[in-house]
């Protein structure tokens, strides 16, 4: 499964320098893992939004976890 992965993911990098959009490049951080500012109480909704968004890639990122270690320890 990861040489199919790792082809894909060669193919992909060849066809975005092909392309020239180096934005496709990037190393991607998820966003639990990046240190951004959330936006002010100002504008409430961008906000609120911002918000819900780092919850739930958190709460992703926690299940995961718990489902990796739960897999570990039944083997």
Known sequence: MRRKAAKA?????????????LRALEVK??????????????????????REELTSAMRRERRAGIKEGNYLKGM
Do not use: I, M
């Open 9 to 21: 993911r060669r193919k992909a990098e060849e066809k975005a320098l092909a392309s020239g959009d």
């Open 29 to 50: 951080v998820p966003l639990s893992k990046q240190s951004v500012d959330l936006p002010s109480t100002e504008n409430e909704g961008q906000a609120r939004e911002k």
